[in-house]
């Protein structure tokens, strides 16, 4: 793991893992229990939000693996953006006890900002849907968190990392996109556009993500509700000056379905994201002085 940013005093010494496994109720039927006010602790209850849209068949396979990661996750919820398989169906059936919501307009970021505000666990853990991301890992991400981090990244580039989706093309517009967001927040990213990240729920009013009961304009979305979501995130927090430790990680192909991803649309995107929350941050700052 590399540190990108500058410290921030660590939560209270401890060992790090995470919460200990809960106890499951009557045939695995568990509830999440309520946690009102999340906590630094070095065993925090760790909340995994999945958008899925149309992802039965990956469902299948990733919630039965991501509940069996032990030390045992808090709770999982599925965030399905009207899907026409039937994936929280599937949900349901392959994991008793996940939580499953609808998001409340359309697009991933409003898909997580939901998960997230639906999250009772002390961490989120923001996981795809497609089977891309090692539930294996989460241990990981989380002791980044328990050892001060406050926002942990993922990273297929940084040591300990890689891919086996990724195009040359992809990688190489990556690192120009690493570059720009490195300029102008400070940061030393090496994998901006990489959605396998962490950080502590009592974060959540820094990002300020559109409210979930807000009303879909007429036209478009609303800023943070499309795919723009993660570098906004990356951005927010890195403008916070918040601590953001790298964590390695494998990326996996694909399991079921195609990719939604459009390389130069989406790299675009990005791009226009960065800048954008650039200059949000620059208004920011004037407004404080």
């Given at each position: 793991m590399s540190a990108v940013s500058p410290a921030r005093p660590a939560i209270p010494e401890g060992q790090a893992h995470f919460v200990p496994p809960h106890e499951?109720?009557?045939?695995?039927?568990?509830?999440?229990r309520p946690r009102p006010q999340p906590t630094r602790t070095p065993y925090p209850a760790v909340s995994v939000v999945v958008p899925t849209r149309n992802e039965a068949r990956n469902l299948e396979i990733i919630l039965p693996a991501i509940a069996a990661v032990r030390p045992?996750?808090?709770e999982i919820i599925v965030v399905d953006g009207n899907s026409t398989d039937g994936s929280l169906e599937v949900a349901q059936r392959?994991?008793?006890?996940?939580?499953t919501i609808n998001q409340t307009r359309k697009g991933k970021g409003n898909a997580m900002a939901c998960g997230?505000?639906?999250a009772t666990g002390d961490v989120i853990v923001m996981f795809d849907a497609d089977g891309s991301a090692d539930?294996?890992?989460i241990p990981a991400f989380v002791d980044a968190l328990v050892q001060g981090a406050d926002f942990a990244k993922g990273s297929r580039f940084t040591s300990g990392?890689?891919?086996d989706d990724i195009t040359l093309l992809r990688k190489t517009g990556n690192a120009g996109l690493n570059g720009v967001a490195n300029?102008?927040?400070?940061?030393?990213y090496t994998d901006l556009c990489y959605g396998y990240n962490a950080f502590w729920a009592d974060l959540l009013p820094v990002l300020e993500l559109p409210p979930v009961d807000a009303p879909a304009p007429s036209e478009g979305m609303l800023w943070g509700d499309g795919f723009e979501i993660e570098t906004v995130l990356n951005c927010r927090i890195a403008a916070a000056g918040l601590k953001i430790t790298e964590v390695p990680s494998i990326?996996?192909?694909?399991?079921f379905g195609d990719t939604n991803l459009r390389t130069f649309a989406d790299g675009t995107r990005v791009l226009r994201t960065l800048l954008a929350e650039h200059r949000r941050a620059d208004r920011r700052k004037s407004d404080r002085r």
């Open positions: 499951a109720g009557v045939h695995g039927l568990r509830r999440p045992s996750v808090h392959v994991l008793p006890w996940v939580r997230f505000a639906a539930p294996a890992e990392g890689g891919s300029a102008l927040f400070g940061t030393n990326e996996r192909q694909r399991m």
